[in-house]
């Protein structure tokens, strides 16, 4: 059994139609299916059944993904130890960022693998971090640089080896020349109750903080406005004079026009880190990557007391 189609397998069962496989593994629907009845034709037993316009996994195929995610995890790991072996590190890392965590980490970063593995390959792609997650465990993207708001926490997986690197505050963002913002103070959520907000898109980590704290503490449901994942966006919309968000401390530069304070009713927090699958964390690229992100972290926080470097848990004894 070829992996690919394990893998094609593997997926349907975790995200139930062809359409989302497809979209998640850029393949057509149409030749899913053809390496699916491949696969069919190989174990020499039905695997799906037709649903509709959908399919289902019978018994048999979900029983077979189990395997399949067994082979997949095997098969990474005996790359990895085998990649272990060699000189300095080749390949191809495909690395996800939000945009504020790639502001402040990825040209320093880059810098240093292009000095330290010349012949490593380093691909980065914008994504959020939920269906980056999704991506990862998919093995379309080999790193997550992730954010995790605290009221608002992504999912944890047992197949995904998740290392916090950066801690840091989020205010509050007003205009400059509001008034809530003149003592230099705390501002209360309460206090912007009737204010325009600005978030990220529904499904992000930034609109559920906001969302959340909103909700949960100030008491009401924000009227959110204006909606985009780009930071430096958000704090334009709040120079217009007309808007209030929420920015984490590595973006939320006070200007002319933006006034940023603590969160009076919280001690709000987000937490950027890295996330690679389990099985492929011992890869020297991978371990090389994320010691450049360390490193560039270090850079970016020095000097803050608003950002802080989470220290990196001592491995487990063998």
């Given at each position: ?5 394990l893998?094609?397998?593997l ?6 139609t062809?359409?989302a ?6 393949y057509?629907?149409?030749s899913?299916?053809?390496?699916l009845?491949?696969?069919?034709r ?5 695997l799906?059944?037709?649903?509709g ?6 018994p ?14 095997a ?6 130890e085998?990649?272990?072996l060699g ?15 790639a502001?402040a980490?990825?040209?320093h ?8 593995a010349?012949?490593?390959?380093i ?10 997650l ?7 993207v ?11 926490p ?11 690197l950066?801690r ?7 205009p ?24 990220g ?14 909700n ?5 449901a ?27 401390a590595?973006?939320?530069t006070a ?6 304070r ?10 950027i880190f890295?996330?690679?699958?389990a099985t492929?964390?011992g890869?020297?690229a991978?371990?090389l990557?994320?010691a450049a992100?360390?490193?560039a972290a ?9 950002v ?6 001592p491995?487990?004894?063998?």
């Open positions: 059994m070829e992996l690919r189609r893998r094609l397998l997926e349907l069962s975790r995200r139930g062809l359409a496989v497809a979209d998640t593994l850029a057509s629907p149409s899913i299916s053809v390496q009845a491949e696969l069919e190989e174990v020499g037993v039905k799906l059944r037709r649903v316009r959908n399919v289902q996994l019978t048999a195929g979900w029983r077979l993904a189990e395997y399949a995610e067994q082979a997949l995890a098969d990474e790991a005996i790359l990895t085998l990649a272990g000189g300095t590190p080749r390949g191809q890392v495909r690395v996800t960022f939000v945009q504020t965590s502001l980490l990825l040209p970063a880059l810098g240093t693998l292009a000095d330290q010349p012949d490593l390959r691909e980065v792609f914008q994504r959020e971090t939920r269906p980056a999704e991506e990862l465990r998919s093995r379309a080999d790193l997550v640089l992730g954010i995790d708001y605290d009221p608002a992504v999912a944890r997986h047992r197949d995904v080896d998740r290392v916090d950066i840091e505050r989020v205010l509050m963002a007003v400059a020349q509001d008034p809530l913002a003149a003592d230099g103070g705390p501002i209360s959520l309460a206090s912007v109750e009737h204010a325009v907000w600005a978030a898109h529904q499904g992000t980590g930034h609109a559920a903080a906001v969302e959340t704290l909103c949960g503490i100030g008491g009401y924000p009227d959110i406005r204006h909606r985009t994942d780009d930071a430096l966006i958000l704090r334009a919309l709040v120079s217009s004079g007309q808007v209030v968000t929420l920015l984490p590595l973006i939320a200007t002319e026009r933006v006034a940023v603590p969160v009076a009713d919280a001690e709000v927090q987000r937490t890295t996330a690679v699958r492929a964390a890869l020297p991978i371990v990557v994320r992100l360390r490193a270090h850079a970016a926080v020095a000097g803050r007391d608003d802080t470097v989470i220290p990196e848990s491995a487990p004894p063998g």
